[in-house]
């Protein structure tokens, strides 16, 4: 039973990282804050809006500034949590039943989850996010 269970629960998390094998991040050090990032995606997309803004939304906001001052700014804000800093966005952006925005929604710490070094990890993906965004831009 073992040796059916073990194969199939590794295949599942490798489709649900989208294809990055553990293998893979072991090598690439921007392909393991990505899968990190997986569990992000109960609030953030890449681009789409769920309960929080999509991640190249967060970088197109932050792009001129720069990179050292914004690692800084994003890892407080994952390891220890935000509040209000996208009520803007969650009000024009965010609409449920009733046709209400969502107010009390925040970004909670992350610190019980990830460590310091994948937090880092997860912010020099995002960053590679920002540069994508910047490259094709006029």
């Known amino acids: 039973m073992r040796k059916v269970i073990l194969p199939l629960l590794v295949s599942c998390v490798v489709a649900y990282a ?10 690439d050090p921007i392909l393991r804050g990505k899968f990190l990032a997986k569990h992000c995606a109960w609030c953030h ?4 809006n769920l309960l929080a803004p999509p ?16 690692k800084e700014q994003l890892f407080n804000s994952i390891k220890n949590g935000s ?5 803007k966005w969650m009000k024009e952006n965010l609409r449920f ?7 009390n929604l925040y970004m ?4 019980p ?5 994948e937090i880092r990890l997860i912010i020099d993906w995002l960053l590679t996010l920002k540069k994508q965004k910047n490259s094709t831009s006029p």
Do not use: C, H
């Open 18 to 27: 989208g294809g990055i094998s553990i293998e893979d991040t072991k090598k």
């Open 45 to 48: 997309d890449i681009e789409k």
């Open 55 to 70: 991640f190249k939304v967060i970088m197109e906001r932050y792009k001129n500034v720069p990179d050292e001052v914004l």
């Open 83 to 87: 509040e209000g800093k996208w009520a």
């Open 97 to 103: 039943k009733m046709g209400k925005p969502q107010r």
């Open 108 to 111: 909670p710490a992350q610190k």
């Open 113 to 117: 989850f990830y460590t310091d070094e």
